[in-house]
């Protein structure tokens, strides 16, 4: 299975733009869905984390309601490159965003996750 690999992130002022990247490299899988999800602040690393944007692979991108007219998803499967435009940045999208894409490989169906990337948004 591939190790997701992001990019991206860092500190910017409210109304700023951030580009978040998640690559799968290599080859012999897969990905049939790949999303964004992000932990917030004071949160306990084993909660849930909350969905940003996903699609499945030709799919129609899904979003947050608190994202939706902000953020843009798309991805380039030729290259199981994801990508998360973020535009008119807020405080409350300050997080460890964190990539999960699902695929699977000729032994078995596999979901992994990218290491987190910090967004941090100052007001």
């Known amino acids: 299975q591939p190790q997701l690999v992001q990019s991206g992130g860092g500190l910017v002022q409210a109304g700023e733009s951030l580009r978040l990247s998640c690559r799968a490299p290599?080859?012999?899988?897969?990905?049939?869905?790949m999303g964004w999800f992000r932990q917030l602040p004071g949160k306990d690393p084993k909660e849930r984390r909350d969905l940003v944007a996903d699609t499945d692979t030709g799919g129609v991108p899904n979003y947050a309601d608190s994202v939706k007219g902000r953020f843009t998803l798309s991805m380039d499967s030729g290259k199981n490159t994801l990508y998360l435009q973020m535009n008119s940045l807020k405080p409350e999208d300050t997080a460890i965003y964190y990539c999960n894409a699902l695929g699977k490989d000729a032994v078995r169906s596999f979901t992994v996750w990218g290491q987190g990337t910090q967004v941090t948004v100052s007001s």
């Open positions: 290599g080859s012999g899988f897969s990905i049939n869905y």
